[in-house]
């Protein structure tokens, strides 16, 4: 069955640091990954995903994330976080039978 | 484009009672999904509509939820009566076909319930 685990439930970085979120997956065949944040009171906004292709992927905000697939793995980075970045951000897996993790809230210090 | 509307936005409600959500997808998207998440957690998918037929409804419980997607458009998630622990925030997702790939799902901004 597929399954998503992000490692850490939450995480604080300091303005302009650079930052990665961990996602580990369990997915049969090749899998469809995806970053989506949440801010507080609204819904998920997809950062972005990975179908095919090359394993760097480039999303919104100035997110990226890359597929390793010898470690199972889809970590989301940003080379300098903005206080605006601080909210709760899920890895998914699958397509019409998406698996979301538990979530890694994110604090920005200024 | 307009995206998935939701409504209410809250609601509180006492035990027993029961509730019902209204979800109104992006305009063209033939599928439709309704999530529970629990504070803390992340969606967990409740049940999932093709068009007007039900795709997968195994998480779904059936005991005190339904759901129905009347015509293939709008969509309701009712549940009767309601416990403790369905306070959550429902979440409705709908998606249309990519060309060259899979669908991808938008969310609306989610009903947060409260059952006292």
């Known amino acids: 069955a597929q399954s998503v685990t992000q490692p850490d439930i939450h995480i604080t970085v300091s303005e302009g640091a650079s930052l990665e979120l961990r996602c580990n997956y369990s997915y049969g065949a090749t899998p469809y990954l995806f970053w989506y944040v949440q801010s507080p009171g609204q819904g998920l906004q997809l950062l972005l995903k990975y179908f095919s292709g090359d394993t760097l992927v480039q999303g919104i905000k100035g997110f990226e994330a890359e597929f390793k697939r010898s470690q199972s793995s889809f970590n989301l980075r940003k080379p300098s976080v903005h206080w605006s970045d601080a909210a709760e951000y899920f890895c998914a897996v699958g397509v019409n039978d998406m698996r979301f993790g538990a979530g890694t809230r994110l604090t920005v210090k200024p | 484009e307009a995206g998935v509307a939701q409504s209410p936005r809250y609601k509180i409600i006492e035990k027993r009672q029961s509730v019902a959500f209204w979800c109104n997808p992006i305009?063209?998207?033939?599928?439709l999904y309704w999530y529970q998440q629990i504070l803390g957690q992340g969606p967990k998918l409740l049940i999932q509509f093709q068009n007007n037929g039900v795709v997968d409804d195994s998480q779904l419980p059936k005991d005190r939820f339904s759901a129905e997607r009347l015509k293939g458009v709008d969509s309701t998630l009712k549940i009767q009566p309601a416990k403790l622990e369905d306070s959550a925030v429902y979440l409705c997702?709908?998606?249309?076909?990519?060309?060259?790939?899979?669908?991808?799902?938008?969310f609306g901004p989610g009903t947060r319930l409260t059952v006292l």
């Open positions: 997702a709908s998606s249309g076909r990519l060309a060259g790939g899979p669908n991808e799902q938008f």
């Open positions: 305009s063209g998207h033939a599928t």
